[in-house]
């Protein structure tokens, strides 16, 4: 079965400074997605950056990029230029590339993160 | 575009009564997911279902929950008796077929069960 952990349940930045937070998980497969997903105080669970396995390329979107290290399984998120709206629990999700029925998302157990003014 | 739409937001309850969460996904998508999130099991899948049809209710709890999704945008989560065990936030998810697919979240529901 795959595994996410992220061993890092806090962290914290200063507003415009720059953030990594880690995710590593387990699987066997050789092509799969990965996914950050921030949930700020609302509880809304927000898509922040996906990676597809299949591309070397780092994903990036806005302040936003992975460190994407297949061999390592490792799957880092780098907040650039933090702002305080980026304070919230983020989530590093798993899944397999879709086949039969295996669809679900495998979660990681978050790491809050707190932007210091 | 409107995005996975969930009701209600918040939910209190006693012990015994029956709950019943709703969601409407993305319209065009194919695919939804319930999910449980706890403080204790993080987020969890309960149940999903592809063309209104169910196909991996493996996670659902015990009998006393149910999922139905009668047509392409309408699912309901019940739950009857509920538990305080159960209180919990329920997301609904929804995506479309093909290359990433990847879930798009509802805002969750919050339930309560004293």
């Known amino acids: 079965a795959q595994t996410v952990t992220q061993s890092q349940p806090e962290m914290s930045v200063q507003e415009a400074e720059t953030v990594t937070l880690s995710c590593t998980y387990d699987?066997?497969?050789?092509?799969?997605?990965l996914f950050w997903y921030k949930q700020p105080p609302s509880r809304q669970m927000i898509l922040v950056i996906r990676?597809?396995?299949?591309?070397?390329q780092n994903a990036t979107e806005n302040r936003f990029s992975v460190n994407f290290q297949k061999a390592a399984k490792s799957f880092s998120l780098k907040i650039s230029d933090s702002q305080l709206g980026d304070a919230a629990m983020y989530f590093c999700?798993?899944?397999?590339?879709?086949?039969?029925?295996?669809?679900?998302?495998?979660f990681g157990s978050g790491t809050q993160l707190t932007v210091l003014p | 575009d409107a995005g996975v739409i969930q009701s209600p937001r918040h939910e209190v309850t006693e012990m015994g009564q029956e709950v019943t969460l709703r969601c409407k996904p993305i319209s065009g998508h194919d695919y939804l997911f319930w999910y449980r999130q706890t403080m204790m099991r993080g987020l969890e899948l309960l149940i999903y279902f592809n063309n209104n049809v169910p196909i991996d209710d493996s996670g659902m709890p015990e009998d006393r929950f149910s999922a139905k999704m009668p047509n392409a945008s309408f699912s309901t989560l019940k739950i009857q008796p509920s538990e305080p065990r159960d209180s919990a936030v329920y997301f609904c998810?929804?995506?479309?077929?093909?290359?990433?697919?990847?879930?798009?979240f509802g805002p969750g529901t919050r339930l309560l069960v004293l």
């Open positions: 990676q597809e396995a299949y591309k070397q």
């Open positions: 699987t066997s497969e050789s092509d799969y997605y």
């Open positions: 999700a798993y899944r397999r590339v879709p086949s039969g029925s295996a669809r679900q998302l495998t």
């Open positions: 998810a929804s995506s479309l077929a093909g290359g990433h697919e990847t879930q798009y």
